[in-house]
């Protein structure tokens, strides 16, 4: 698979487009005036303790309060070593834990989304490149996408064969070791846990002993900073965008990252040079005249990332609608007719539909709960198999999902995880005309709703006349497709009407003045 990143840079923003075989998967926007919060860490303060929701509202100097639920707390009795956390989060309660006032550290999992603050949790983590640090859990993860069991258990002797290494060179108690490292040449502290990332599959012992040490070292100067902060602050920001996508995306099979900004493309190569040196000869610096989004088309996608339809090759289409509840995508034939029977088009349809929705939830960064309408069908191995190709498709993308069985309406449901806005929040805003909802009243319901507010306006009110300001369409349509019920209205009321066009009004907008 030729698989792509291309980095466009600009003084106001950066994006970011995962391209794989010419086709764009996943786009990553980053505004200076406007940074992702997701990664960063904050000393905050609690501001209020809600009993009735089991959660707390926590200063974090950000514009918003933070949310935190009690599950994301891990001081909520949690016991690591014999795995009663379940059970010991039941039995806790939110204000024998948490009080107003109180100093708390926490990290943000969770962007504010429209009114809503950020999530925090503080179960905090560090990520590198091969490994994240857990540093109240002390445990060891694999990711689930390494499926080799001798490759899972040579990464775990490689992290236990370390701590071991330095725990004989350590000086102090159990809580806190201080060790010395011959790699680094500096005192870190050794504690915590680590989940292995999909990257370090295949990875020299050496580099992940390499980004042990950095990820201690990380949180030894995050947990200095933090006693030297006064709340509400920030005590650790995650990498800018650019350095994230190295860090988290670029893998072996990535064959180019072409980024477009000499200045940016410099401090990338002295990333990679530290973190990254066997990915360090696929970086370019694109010089071209040719705008970089421009190659393979990805400015056309995103503006076709914006739109309600979707357009299959086979001629069918997706409605993809989203709410602040949910997202829907409705499978539809449109023009795709097939070649033998009904069945066998409606199951072609579904087929490619999986595939254009797995691509779309990544591509627009779609989260939360999504609900997917597949045309029904008949045989039901044509179901299984219409499943099976979405799985498959979904197992590309880099956030959680979970999906349940077709129903008995052909509906699949999804869980994605969400920690940041979707493409189309970050790009766009609520119509000023419409309010979001997507459709205005038409000409005919603004006239007749005039035509109420002039009879409630006569019988409270005296005037000799009336004088209607609205838009153009909706006093055409008064004055001509209903000009005799304005005339009825008259006589009836006993006073005359006029009206007057208003350029600046929208369609729903309108004026009743008494004269």
């Known amino acids: 698979m030729n698989e792509e990143i291309l980095i466009n840079v600009t003084p106001q923003e950066t994006r970011v ?88 550290m926490v990290q943000v999992v969770k962007d504010p989304i429209g009114t809503k603050g950020a999530r925090l949790t503080t179960r905090i983590s560090l990520p590198s490149r091969y490994l994240v640090f857990i540093p109240d859990r002390p445990s060891i993860g694999i990711s689930q996408r390494i499926e080799d069991e001798k490759e899972r258990e040579r990464l775990r002797q490689t992290i236990l064969q370390y701590q071991t290494d330095i725990r004989q060179l350590a000086v102090g108690d159990d809580e806190s070791i201080v060790v010395h490292t011959a790699q680094t040449g500096a005192e870190i502290l050794s504690k915590g846990g680590f989940i292995v990332r999909t990257a370090a599959e295949g990875v020299a012992d050496e580099a992940i002993h390499k980004d042990i040490a950095f990820l201690h070292k990380l949180w030894d100067s995050t947990t200095i900073r933090a006693q030297n902060t006064l709340p509400p602050g920030v005590v650790y920001e995650d990498l800018p965008l650019v350095m994230r996508v ?7 099979e990535i064959e180019k990252v072409k980024i477009d900004s000499k200045e940016t493309y410099q401090r990338l190569i002295e990333f990679a040079k530290n973190f990254i040196p066997e990915l360090l000869d696929r970086i370019e610096y694109y010089p071209g005249e040719r705008p ?20 299959l090759k086979s001629g069918g289409h997706l ?23 009904l069945e066998e088009t409606i199951y072609k349809t579904n087929l490619e539909a999986a595939q254009a929705i797995a691509r779309q939830l990544r591509l627009r960064n779609l989260g939360g709960i999504i609900i997917i309408d597949f045309i029904d069908m008949q045989d039901p191995e044509h179901g299984r198999q219409v499943l099976r190709n979405l799985e498959k498709h979904l197992g590309q993308d880099n956030s959680k999902i ?39 009243k038409s000409k005919e319901t603004v006239c007749y709703e005039i035509f109420r507010e002039i009879l409630r306006e006569v019988r409270q009110f005296e005037a000799k006349k009336l004088l209607v300001v609205a838009s153009q369409p909706v006093v055409d349509m008064c004055l001509d497709d209903e000009s005799t019920s304005v005339a009825e209205l008259e006589e009836f009321i006993g006073r005359p009407i006029s009206f007057q066009v208003e350029t600046l009004y929208t369609q729903e907008q309108y004026d009743v003045v008494l004269l």
């Not at 990664?39 to 935190?68: H, S, W």
């Not at 970089?292 to 357009?311: C, G, T």
């Open 17 to 104: 487009a995962v391209v794989e075989n010419g086709v764009l998967q996943e786009m990553y926007v980053e505004r200076t005036l406007k940074r992702g919060l997701v990664g960063n860490i904050y000393k905050g303060r609690v501001c209020r303790v809600l009993p009735g929701m089991q959660a707390a509202f926590v200063d974090t100097g950000l514009e918003r309060t933070g949310f935190l639920h009690i599950a994301d707390i891990v001081d909520a009795g949690e016991d690591a070593g014999n795995n009663q956390t379940t059970q010991v989060l039941h039995e806790a309660s939110i204000e024998t834990i948490l009080t107003e006032g109180q100093e708390i």
């Open 402 to 440: 979970t999906m349940s069985e077709l129903t008995s309406l052909g509906l699949v449901q999804l869980t994605r995880k969400r920690t940041r806005e979707s493409l189309e929040h970050i790009l766009c805003e609520p119509c000023p005309t419409c309010s979001g909802r997507g459709t205005i």
């Open 292 to 311: 970089i989004l421009d190659l393979y088309s990805v400015e056309d996608e995103i503006q076709k990332s914006l739109n309600r339809k979707v357009q």
């Open 246 to 252: 190295m860090r988290d995306l670029v893998h072996a």
């Open 319 to 341: 409605i993809i609608d989203q709410t602040e509840a949910m997202t829907t995508i409705d499978v539809n034939t449109g023009g795709f007719v097939g070649h033998r029977n």
